[in-house]
């Protein structure tokens, strides 16, 4: 199909709109793919509204696709993929393979990298392209309609547990249980960790619990995170509010690591020598690469692990941002084509 159907906003915090585009032919490395599924989230929000000013418009959101591909360039055709398969898209759709990161594995940090949407149209559509590098496939075991949102949100929690060699015996603080930090949560019980669920919401407390939180405790009393000073391996932050910093870090062991997928936008104060005197550290990382993908819906297969969702039709798209905005989403949307 070389005309789209899509969803596009014309300006910034603009609704969105029935909009349509011509594709252009297939390129030889390229996959088409109808659209089945497609996750909200919080970062179509962010482009919408143009909050990091990278946002071109018309603007088309949504980077965590659930679909079939319908068509393979002629060299897409010999990498492994067929027509009618499940595959999955999600923040990008395009690397070069021949730069440095690329080549040792990185694809994800590509000098070249192109993201499903920024300066591309994005997933609310009825299809979309993609290299078929960024064609992941979906195994048997995980559940289509609830798959999206394991393509940004999913492998940013995920590929940390990989990079940072996350054992099952250690102790994980995860602050932030929306829509990353209860997948964090999922994941962490199937991989064996003991882990704390640090929220500013009473609320969520039972639900945490559920996700696998072994503790809870608040995410803004400095006193109640005094008490926990030392006892962690690992922290996640997956929230992008502001927090007592110095109050995080004391609360890793030595040789502790404090590793943010959160947007958080304003500056994080360090006083060194809290880091220096015991070798603790702070990191961050985007999504992942593409075999940290295969590795994530592997153990997701494995070990049951999917998203909590809520769903809306595509044709409801306004909607379902909307309730995202407002902050009502029960941890993840995903949009149903309704084309």
Known sequence: ??????????????????????????????????????????????????????????????????????????????????????????WTVKSCLHCEYCLQGDQQMCTSVQPTIVGHHGAFAQSIRTHWVWAVPIPEGVSPDSAGPLLCGGITVFAPLLDNAISPTDKVGVFGIGGL?????????????????????????????????????????????????????????????????????????????LHIVGAVLEPIPVHVMSLMLSKRSISSSPTGNRSQMDKMMQFAAHHQVAPQVEHFPMSKVNEAMDHLRAGKASYRIVLEADY
């Open 1 to 90: 199909m070389s005309k789209v159907k899509a969803w596009a906003a014309q300006e910034p915090k603009g609704k969105l709109q029935p909009f349509e585009y011509e594709a252009g032919p297939l390129g030889l490395e390229d996959v088409e793919v109808e659209i089945e599924y497609c996750g909200v989230c919080h970062s179509d929000l962010s482009m919408l509204d143009n909050e990091w000013g990278i946002t071109t418009y018309p603007f088309v959101p949504g980077h965590e696709a659930i679909g079939k591909v319908v068509a393979l360039g002629d060299i897409a055709k010999e990498k492994g993929l067929k027509v009618g398969q499940r595959v999955g898209v999600g």
């Open 181 to 257: 930090g209860h997948m964090a949560l999922k994941f962490l019980k199937a991989w064996g960790c003991e882990t704390t669920a640090f929220t500013s919401s009473p609320s969520k407390h039972d639900e945490a619990r559920a996700f696998g939180a072994t503790h809870i405790a608040s995410s803004v009393d400095s006193e109640e995170m005094g008490a926990l000073a030392g006892k962690f391996d690992f922290i996640v932050i997956s929230a992008n509010a502001s927090l007592d910093w110095d109050a995080i870090i004391a609360m890793l062991k030595p040789g502790g690591k």
